[in-house]
């Protein structure tokens, strides 16, 4: 009989050894493999997915993770209770080299609305542990209690925003994109990434997401409730547009560099096989209900986008109203509007990654090429959608400025003619450093449908019935040093039936 460590005895077994497990022997030689955590994701009703990845030296530059080339089973458990005394389900998955022995298990068959508890071994290591929820039975509408983020810059400061987000033990978490950032290693940052060079190479951006995974406020925040994720554009190259790259430098060929990254992503991310890319592409956008409360439209506005026009940056630019440009490409642009006509439950959260309200920069009407005010027209068509449709409950969740913003979504900017949304915006988790409380670029003048700005890192709270949703902007006061609290710096109140942002 082969013996287990102790440890496994400690915490609780799982049943015995599958065959193809590593032999202890082999485990003990490549030592402890769930060094990346657990995280899940996707709720449903009756089920979800949890992921890990095996990685026992996860920075070794080959971006194996110190894994021999053989597959290897992976026992894993779900339980109704954190002590694993009732278990729910059990199975093995089965992980390869080609994969990068990540664990993908879509768990079915569940009970909806409720807590689950899951963990994994192979080859005698026992995983942490990890919460999951299932998403309420439709024609329910509990309260939704649901954090979201974006921007972790791993040089640019310590992931407190992270710990602080697994300690507000949420029913959900989004991240909005910039989940790691392709760049070059500095020698003035408070981290180094790793690899030293920008990545470019499915080894490099499987070292780089390694190093992220590997720290523990991040790995705290996966492992304390389930994630819907979404990229935005340093997931593989900053301000690139479909297969339009931002510069020539690394050179090399940008559609194998785009395709490199889009498998990394899934590797490292808790996502259902239906999310798993295919050559150089890979479908991200997708629908996930919380039951009668919310409808989630997770939107990709990368992968399929126009170039920006007038060569980007921010800028009086005719071209950003030519109809014929897209940020989400018209089969995506066609899925959305249809998911909103079909108005699946109170709410409409439209989780996704650049500034979605217009923003006007100075007064000679400049405005930033990369957002949705370069591609005026398609954000049109969404908005009128909605709003024809009488979608009141419709909420733009936003990453990627690196500051807190909360904006009214107007049937016309330029008149200020009636709100027909709400959006969001949150800070980021590190990006841009420390921030700036008394920093205050409002601007009430140019832009008066924009109502809150707040230049600190940290994520946005949220709290949702079928009658309101309040919203807390949470904010540290520095990331350059580890561990500070988290504070409130801005609340508000959405009524489902009433679009805008009002005074608590």
Known sequence: MTTLRRRTFIVGGLAGASAGVLLPALANAIGYPFTLGVASGEPAADGFV????????PLNADGLGGMPNTNTAVDWQVATDEHFTAIARTGTFTTTQAGGHAVHVTLTGLEPGRE????????????????????????????????FASCSHYEEGYFTAYRRMAEE??????????????????????????????????????VRHAQYKTDPDLQAAHAAAPWLV????????????????????????FTARRA?????YYEHMPLRSAQAPTAANMLLHRRVRWGSLATFHMLDTRQYRNDQACGDGTKVCPAADDPARTLTGTSQETWLIDGLRQKLGTWDFLGQQVFFAQRLAAADGSKSMDAWDGYTANRTRIQNAWDTNGNKGT?????????????????????????IGTELVTTSVTSGGDGNAADNSLNPTLNPHVKYFKNLRGYVKTQTTATEMRVDYRAVDKVTVRDYPVKTVGSYVVESDNPGLQAP
């Open 50 to 57: 949890i992921w890990t990845r095996l990685a026992p030296s």
């Open 395 to 419: 909420v733009v969740l936003t990453g990627d400025v690196h500051r807190s913003w909360g904006a009214n979504i107007m049937q016309n900017y330029s008149t200020q003619n009636r709100i």
């Open 169 to 206: 033990h949420p029913d959900l978490i989004l991240h909005l994109g910039d989940y790691i950032y392709e760049g070059a290693a500095t020698t003035t940052k408070v981290r180094k990434f790793a690899p030293a060079g920008e990545i470019s190479t499915l080894a490099n951006y499987r």
């Open 230 to 253: 979404v990229w935005d554009d340093h997931e593989v190259e900053n301000n690139y547009a479909n297969l339009v790259r931002n510069d020539s430098s690394p050179a090399g060929d």
């Open 260 to 264: 490199a990254a889009y498998k990394a």
């Open 116 to 147: 689950y508890w899951y963990r994994f071994r192979t080859g005698g290591h026992l995983s942490p542990v990890g919460r999951a929820l299932t998403a309420p039975a439709v024609g329910t509408q509990p309260a939704l209690t649901m954090l």
